[in-house]
């Protein structure tokens, strides 16, 4: 939370939670909150409705328990959404008139990147980059990941931010393909020497898919002599690629070439786990302000997993849709419209013993549990939720399902309907049960 500073008893009490739900997550939703505590009662303010529903459908059960374990008192969360303000707005940042191109797109910029795990040391690194120009701890920077994971996004917000800070900055964007396009045509030309000028007076030079300047030996020359103009001037450079620096092939300039891109930051983009998918569609929902469900956003987060651009595109292309034909989105229309790039499910096998390693390290108990004879309550209803997801999960039989667990299948029978009545009736539970569905599923996709 926000301010827990001013309540440093409560701290241990956010660290559980934190824990519990897992850091990405909590980052995301509770540590921007802001709270009051007094007498019992936690008072949240919140930006906007959709923050609250969110935090109380998923989050308010494992607040309540953190705080009852610690302080042992039922609390009452109140749920404030801050009015706006009255005051003026400052108006939208206006970058006066820059003679030189840049070729940026403005739409891209730190503020509407979702940071995750999995691009954090990028999405730092580039913050560093563009507030830090030049400086050698962070030039040049080289960013590499497989397509569609936010590389352009985040050279296109650097430009952005070193342009907000300075108009007048001489920042260029340009991807590798038109680098060797724009170098043999100033061959052709004759104008070597105003492409040069171009290129070693910059402040800051973003190339796009370095990879492909790659192997063309003359632009891979004028490359290496515009990296050393522009690194020897402290001037900032920012390249990505679909590989990592040692995997390119630079022919007679490799070592040459290779020894420079080491000597700065080099960092991954990883593929982005769920968390991070449906809060990247929430955000492209709200920009446009479409009516779509999380329970849609859920299940198109699910079936795209490797890429951002076409997880953004199949979001627009069901927005089209819906809007052309005067529809609500439903799973319905979303796994009909989409089937030709959702992952299908039917073609998963999910392994019974990935089922018993989720649920174990969910319910903090051993494989060996599973199979024993201990029939108390902190074995036997883990080992239950685990019968009952091999029973919905898998397409073993009955019998199958009890062999794996030393039971004969009446017992797995009575584990199934326990489960699902549970579920039917304690809302909490069946949302714990999908993420554990949703983690068992992570893993047999992989």
Not at 292 to 316: P, W
């Amino acid at each position: 939370m926000e301010n827990t500073t001013l309540y440093p008893e409560l701290v241990p009490i956010f660290q559980d939670i934190e824990t519990i739900i897992g850091k990405d997550t909590y980052d995301m939703w509770l540590r921007p909150v802001h709270f009051v505590y007094e007498n019992g009662t936690l008072k949240l303010s919140l930006p906007n409705q959709f923050w609250g529903q969110t935090i109380r459908e998923r989050y308010h059960r494992t607040i309540t328990d953190a705080f009852l374990k610690h302080l042992g008192v039922n609390i009452t969360i109140i749920y404030e959404i801050q009015p706006q303000s009255s005051a003026p707005q400052r108006p939208d940042f206006v970058v006066p008139k820059n003679e030189f191109v840049s070729r940026l797109n403005s739409s891209y910029t730190f503020e509407n990147f979702i940071e995750s795990e999995s691009n954090r040391f990028a999405y730092k690194a580039s913050q560093a980059a563009a507030y830090k120009l030049g400086a050698r701890e962070n030039n040049p920077l080289v960013i590499y990941s497989s397509p569609g994971l936010g590389k352009t996004h985040l050279l296109h917000a650097i430009g952005n931010e070193i342009l907000k800070a300075n108009p007048s900055a001489k920042v260029l964007y340009m991807s590798g393909e038109e680098f060797v396009s724009e170098y043999v045509e100033s061959i052709q030309n004759k104008e070597s020497d105003s492409f040069r000028k171009k290129y070693r007076t910059l402040d800051c030079f973003l190339m796009d898919d370095i990879q492909f300047v790659c192997g063309k030996e003359g632009c891979t020359k004028e490359f290496f002599n515009t990296f050393n103009a522009l690194f020897e001037s402290k001037k900032q450079i920012v390249l990505s690629s679909d590989r990592t620096p040692q995997q390119l092939q630079w022919d007679e300039w490799d070592e040459r070439i290779s020894s420079r891109l080491l000597s700065g930051i080099i960092t991954e983009i990883k593929r982005p786990n769920l968390e991070t998918r449906i809060a990247i569609l929430r955000q492209k929902r709200d920009s446009i302000n479409f009516d779509i469900g999380d329970d849609v956003l859920a299940f198109i987060a699910e079936g795209i997993q490797t890429n951002v651009r076409e997880l953004e595109g199949s979001l627009f292309r069901l927005v089209a849709y819906c809007g052309m034909h005067s529809v609500v989105p439903t799973i319905t229309i979303a796994k009909e419209l989409l089937a030709d790039i959702l992952i299908n499910e039917q073609t998963l096998t999910i392994n019974i013993n990935v089922i018993k390693k989720i649920v174990g390290k969910h319910f903090s108990i051993r494989m060996e549990d599973f199979n024993s004879k201990r029939k108390t309550q902190s074995v036997a209803w883990p080992r239950q939720i685990a019968m009952f997801l091999a029973t919905e999960l898998t397409d073993m039989s009955l019998p199958e399902i009890g062999r794996e667990f030393n039971r004969d299948h009446s017992t797995v029978v009575h584990a199934r309907d326990l489960v699902k009545e549970k579920i039917n009736t304690d809302p909490f539970f069946t949302a714990e049960i999908n993420q554990i569905i949703t983690e068992i599923k992570a893993i047999d996709k992989k």
